[in-house]
């Protein structure tokens, strides 16, 4: 087993995923691990899969997973993280908001046996120099308002796309996944808590990056729709 993978979800990233490559890449190489980048392709329709292709026919430790088909973020993160093979799986977002080098802030707590490490721009020792919009701030906080309230409370940042899961906690909790979209993050952390694992939330410094697809008012929708199903799903035993 390999020590990191490092997962990156994309669809239709062709524009930024480039740069991803090149900040993943020279953070990995600085250190002593061994490593692996497993692209998680959700159906894109542009250069996103050629170009991790030309990517991985240089460096053999990068893989592309692809889904056949758009399924949504959470499918793709789904396929990437039961592909990898590490004993921390890292899943980021494929853009450059919250940086590489803030899993040198995941570590300590991984190699203490924490099992579940997500970064959060809402606790003590955050920072946001360059925030979202307003109407996407305003969406943000009523959406983690709505997670705390409807699935735990005890978390402050669901959406943040950069979450590392280990290898025991990856093959517990991901096989359960139902939901592939909006309100994965928050599915994957409530079978968290329910399999045990403690979750740990760590501050990071984040900034707004160009190019979400987030559509305001259709993702409230379907977020209180997936949400309302986590419960759902669990009151049926279906996460058992």
């Not at 890292?90 to 099992?115: I, V």
């Not at 729709?225 to 996460?239: Q, S, V």
Request: hydrophobic share 40%; glycine share 8%; net charge positive.
């Amino acid at each position: 087993m390999i020590d990191l993978s490092v997962v990156i979800p994309a669809f239709n990233e062709e524009k930024r995923l480039g740069p991803v490559f090149d900040e993943v890449l020279a953070y990995l190489s600085r250190g002593k691990e061994s490593w692996e980048i497993v692209v998680a392709d959700d159906g894109s329709t542009d250069g996103t899969v050629r170009m991790s292709e030309e990517r991985a026919a240089r460096e053999p430790r990068i893989r592309v997973v692809r889904l056949p088909q758009n399924q949504g973020k959470g499918a793709a993160v789904r396929a990437g993280m039961l592909a990898a093979k590490g004993r921390w799986r890292l899943f980021r977002d494929a853009d450059r908001s919250t940086a590489m080098a803030e899993f040198d802030k995941f570590r300590p707590l991984l190699e203490k046996g924490s099992q579940v490490v997500i970064a959060s721009r809402h606790v003590p020792g955050s920072s946001l120099p360059e925030p979202q919009p307003l109407p996407r701030r305003l969406f943000g906080r009523g959406y983690i308002l709505l997670s705390r309230l409807m699935i735990l409370y005890e978390i402050r940042d669901f959406t943040c796309g950069f979450k590392c899961f280990t290898a025991e906690a990856s093959e517990g909790i991901f096989p359960k996944q139902r939901i592939e979209r909006w309100a994965f993050d928050a599915e994957l952390l409530f079978l968290a808590k329910k399999a045990g694992f403690a979750i740990e939330q760590v501050p990071v410094t984040w900034r707004d990056e160009p190019g979400s697809k987030v559509r305001i008012g259709l993702d409230i929708a379907r977020s209180l729709y997936e949400m309302a199903l986590i419960r759902l799903f669990d009151l049926r035993g279906l996460y058992r």
